[in-house]
């Protein structure tokens, strides 16, 4: 039985030549019976094989992959291998062991498992020289990002940013299209190669649209990008509207902000989302896009009310909505399978009945007509209405015996007494909502649809009057008449 105890020495190169390393890391790589490195680029890998120094590399392995989680687990099963044979190695990788370095990551998480000590040597990371090469004082905050799985969200523009493993053109392209999501294309980032390697070192400005362009890449590559504090920049930024509003409603801020609370500010709401409803018929993404800036800011005053109250953020705001929409669609972050909308629905109206039972609300005895919000316009709550009692069985069985119904209804309201027309009227709508229903048609937009194509061809009319340099007392209703049809004609041709 083998008890040769299982080893891997993970050691760094360094960010410089030989020179530059530490004498006990010279010496391991000098000692090592079995030596691997990650690449064969870098400054110290030609002065090992003058040393005579044997080793072998993974270079070939990148372009067996077309992914670098799949290099990198690669190799991480080639050093596991190799020290269930040999018992122990050592693995070379540039810079430091802990620094932007994904297979040490690997073989640190699955080392225990795998029966492997991992011993990580030392290694000076690239970041000193960098630092000192750009005169950059990291006290004042900065973020290393690696540039093989950059996404927007890890970007901070108020900070020094050093996007490392940037080793070809490719994902320079892709760290460009990142930074240009929130970043000028005109704003300008460094390109350092080999910073501190005497005769090699490459370090060029240029505007973040030419970053691709460059022909420097390689493994010792990285892009440097400074602190932003262009206001094109701070307003595409959440946290700078946090403050914004923060500051408004704070005691130098805006009188009338500070003097509003929930209640005076909920007719604004309202307000506000009907404007983007309005931007939605009118397919004017332009201002669709002010108008739910408007209704954000809505958001963003509650949510600085309650936090001031003590009661919530708006960070918790957003807490909340993240964990619904991940507990409410298993069939996308976990286990459960959705083929269409209706099981996916499904999924949703069964997480809904437990959230509620987990509050104490027993369904069993709740009405199953609870849950419509009471301030809705009334056409879209009769809607709502009639879907959840049709969910249960109380439903007309064919659109013919709907029409029935409003035939009926309106038969009664012609028949209706003054005092009962309102009544009877309401029956009608009701009924006329249930056709709407039946026909997979939504009455609030059916209805939004007519008011749109009434003041179309009414502002026909008040043109033809302009034209003709009358207004409304003098013309007559027969004249009218024929403006409205020739509106008519006139939107059937260009439909």
């Not at 050093?79 to 810079?95: E, M, R, S, T």
Request: glycine residues 6%; aromatic residues 8%; charged residues 30%.
């Amino acid at each position: 039985m083998d008890t040769t105890k299982q080893t891997i020495t993970v050691v760094g190169l360094g960010a410089g030549d030989l020179d530059q390393l530490p004498y006990g890391i010279y010496r391991t790589l000098k000692q090592a019976e079995h030596l691997y490195l990650r690449t064969q680029e870098h400054p110290v890998v030609a002065q090992l094989g003058a040393e005579n120094i044997s080793f072998s590399s993974f270079d070939e392995t990148y372009e067996k992959h077309e992914s670098f989680e799949d290099v990198y687990a690669d190799i991480v099963e080639v050093l596991f291998a190799q020290a269930q044979q040999h018992g122990k190695i050592v693995y070379a990788v540039p810079g430091h062991p802990l620094v932007a370095e994904r297979t040490v990551q690997l073989l640190l998480e699955q080392g225990p498992s795998r029966g492997v000590e991992i011993e990580i040597g030392g290694g000076q990371s690239f970041i000193d020289p960098l630092f000192a090469r750009l005169q950059i004082d990291p006290i004042e905050g900065f973020s290393l990002l690696d540039g093989t799985a950059l996404k927007t969200e890890q970007v901070s523009p108020g900070l020094h940013t050093i996007i490392a493993q940037v080793y070809d053109a490719f994902v320079a392209s892709d760290v460009k299209l990142t930074l240009m999501e929130v970043l000028p294309d005109d704003f300008l980032v460094t390109v350092a190669t080999a910073v501190g390697v005497a005769g090699q070192e490459r370090i060029e400005t240029v505007p973040l649209f030419e970053l691709d362009r460059l022909d420097q890449f390689g493994n010792l590559s990285l892009v440097y990008v400074p602190p932003a504090h262009d206001e094109r920049i701070s307003y595409r930024q959440f946290s700078y509207l946090k403050e914004i509003v923060a500051i408004l409603r704070s005691p130098d801020g805006c009188p009338w902000d500070r003097e509003q609370t929930h209640q005076s500010i909920r007719k604004n709401l309202i307000e506000e989302t009907y404007e983007v409803l309005e931007t939605i018929d009118d397919e004017d993404p332009d201002a669709m896009c002010e108008e739910l800036g408007d209704l954000l800011m809505q958001i963003m005053l509650h949510s600085q009310i309650a936090s001031e109250d003590g009661y919530f953020t708006v960070d918790d705001v957003v807490a909340t909505l993240n964990e619904k929409l991940i507990r409410r669609h298993p069939h996308v972050f976990g286990e459960k399978s959705a083929n269409d909308s209706d099981e996916a629905l499904a999924n949703w109206q069964e997480i809904k009945a437990q959230e509620k039972a987990a509050k104490g609300i027993d369904v069993t005895v709740q009405s199953q007509l609870a849950g419509i919000p009471r301030d809705l316009p009334a056409l879209m709550y009769a809607y709502k209405l009639q879907k959840k009692a049709a969910q249960v069985g109380f439903d007309w069985d064919d659109v013919a015996d709907v029409y029935g119904k409003v035939e009926e209804e309106y038969r009664e309201l012609r028949e209706a007494s003054e005092e009962e027309r309102a009544g009877e009227l309401g029956d009608l709508l009701f009924a006329v909502v249930n056709l709407a229903r039946f026909m997979k048609l939504d009455p609030e937009e059916a209805l939004a649809l007519t008011n749109n194509k009434f003041k179309q061809r009414f502002s026909y009319i008040e043109e033809k009057l302009r034209e003709a340099g009358k207004s409304f007392e003098d013309t007559d209703l027969k004249e009218m008449d024929q403006w409205w049809e020739e509106a008519k004609q006139h939107a059937k041709r260009r439909g």
